[in-house]
């Protein structure tokens, strides 16, 4: 039987419009070693690890008639040379041109009659190094899950491991008659399906009174967010199809400085880099001209993955979305660095006492119960109510810790890219790795073309927090 796309993951294909690309990915940059860095090697070496993620040579087949949610299927003329490409940027290559280049590389929307990825060598990088692109569809994974996948096409040692040889054939693609008939089969099974699984995953009938409880606390959330939310102009503008791509690298030992410093009040690393995302939305609003009041909030959606590292069954294999989210009000109005950082852990440490999923998932997580045709009307109207839900996009993926490498180049840094939806003028990626936390902003062309300056003023923020009286006052009172 073919395997059919969660309601989650097939959310993100109806998302989908000609301005809004759900594509996931991330930028990294290479300083090869006095051999230099063998480009066909590493193309031959993506090859020949396909086998780790068998999603990548399987593309989507919708059913018949809406008869049932999308199925991946084996791709029978699976093109390597199509999905791995080579670039390269005008002499002399500066970080400007990638910006730029990447860009104009995201603007442009994965091919749904193939596999839903493609990967970038980007060569003529300045000082000898090289970038690599890689954009995957959501629908395919979520945050964790790309940085899994992204660990199998790299090394920990500078030399590339051996895997086994890979002889992948095909399976015969199935044709229309079976897929709605499954399809069928499905949806006559599917309401005791659903109560067998619940059955299965509660130890007892409190337990799955209580995650009844968290639900259905999660969908009244979003419904007094949707109520009460308020676009903010500057990041809530209309979008069209082309992006700019924005970066910021910065020190982990900073942020866990900054977290060591206030103790209790400092929070998490995570509630740390929300504080330097408020800081620089506060420095890059004002350079702007908008209006700042005392109370003014921009409210950010932070993905929550509730993936195991490490995990055994099918999902850790294949990958797929496993995430759910909470809404935080970021307060930019606030002119105190630690007194922003502290706000902003006092509601993470809520909701995580309050232990419910976000509206938005559980929202989700209920549409497998709806025929495909209602769900992609659910998923698109939801992606156009975003900006009453949400100003902002910002998640946080901790990398490795060690250096990772490719054909014996050091990986330097990784950018993520995060997707817009309707009405979101940027979105917000981090990713700490091997002592850096690097920050991705894929932004709407148009509506921020000053996303540099949104870069900058992370940097910035993130050093007006580490060098605030406030937070030398609460190092000494810690010692």
């Not at 605030?468 to 609460?474: D, I, T």
């Amino acid at each position: 039987m073919t395997e059919r796309l969660t309601p989650l993951d097939a959310s993100f294909l109806f998302m989908e419009e000609r301005t809004t690309a759900m594509t996931l990915g991330g930028v990294m940059t290479f300083e090869p070693g006095r051999a230099g860095f063998a480009v066909d090697e590493f193309v031959e070496l993506i090859g020949s690890r396909l086998a780790l993620v068998p999603r990548y040579r399987q593309k989507i087949r919708e059913v018949p008639g809406r008869l049932g949610l999308p199925v991946w299927t084996d791709d029978p003329d699976f093109d390597l040379s199509f999905h791995v490409r080579r670039s390269a940027l005008p002499a002399p290559g500066s970080d400007a041109d990638l910006r730029e280049l990447v860009g104009r590389l995201l603007s442009r929307q994965l091919d749904r009659s193939r596999p839903l990825w493609e990967i970038y060598v980007i060569e003529g990088f300045e000082g000898h190094r090289v970038a690599v692109l890689t954009k995957i569809h959501h629908a395919m994974v979520d945050g964790l899950g790309s940085m899994d996948i992204g660990s199998v096409l790299l090394d920990t040692t500078p030399t590339p491991r051996r895997v086994e040889a890979d002889d992948w054939s095909p399976s015969p693609e199935p044709s229309g008659v079976p897929l709605a008939a499954q399809a069928v089969l499905e949806n006559m099974l599917r309401p005791r399906s659903a109560f067998d699984a619940l059955a299965r995953s509660a130890r007892d009938v409190k337990e799955v009174a209580g995650a009844v409880k968290r639900t259905l606390g999660g969908l009244a959330d979003a419904v007094r967010t949707a109520n009460h939310g308020r676009p903010v102009w500057a990041l809530n503008a209309p979008i069209g199809s082309q992006r700019r791509f924005g970066m910021a690298r910065t020190s982990l030992f900073e942020h866990r400085v900054i977290r060591r410093r206030h103790g209790a009040g400092g929070g998490s690393v995570n509630d740390v880099v929300l504080a330097v995302v408020t800081g620089a939305l506060r420095q890059w609003l004002i350079a702007r001209g908008e209006p700042i009041f005392p109370d003014s909030v921009v409210r950010a959606m932070v993905p929550v993955s509730v993936r195991v590292r490490g995990g055994t069954g099918s999902s850790a294999k294949v990958g797929g979305n496993q995430i759910s989210a909470v809404f935080v009000e970021l307060p930019v109005g606030d002119p105190d660095p630690v007194r922003r950082l502290r706000t902003i852990a006092a509601q993470m440490e809520a909701r995580k006492r309050m232990g419910r999923s976000a509206g938005t998932s559980a929202v989700v997580g209920l549409a497998g119960l709806t025929t495909p045709a209602m769900h992609e009307m659910g998923a698109r109207l939801s992606s156009r109510l975003s900006s009453r839900l949400f100003n902002v996009v910002v998640t946080h993926v901790p990398g490795p810790p060690r250096p990772l490498y490719a054909m014996g180049a050091r990986m330097r840094d990784m950018y993520p890219v995060v997707p817009l939806a309707h009405g979101q003028a940027v979105a917000i990626g981090v990713t700490s790795y091997d002592g850096t936390v690097c920050y991705g902003l894929n932004a709407d062309r148009d509506a921020l073309p000053d996303v540099d300056v949104l870069a900058e003023a992370l940097n910035t923020a993130l050093a007006e927090l580490k060098e605030s009286p406030a937070a030398e006052e609460g190092e000494r009172s810690s010692g």
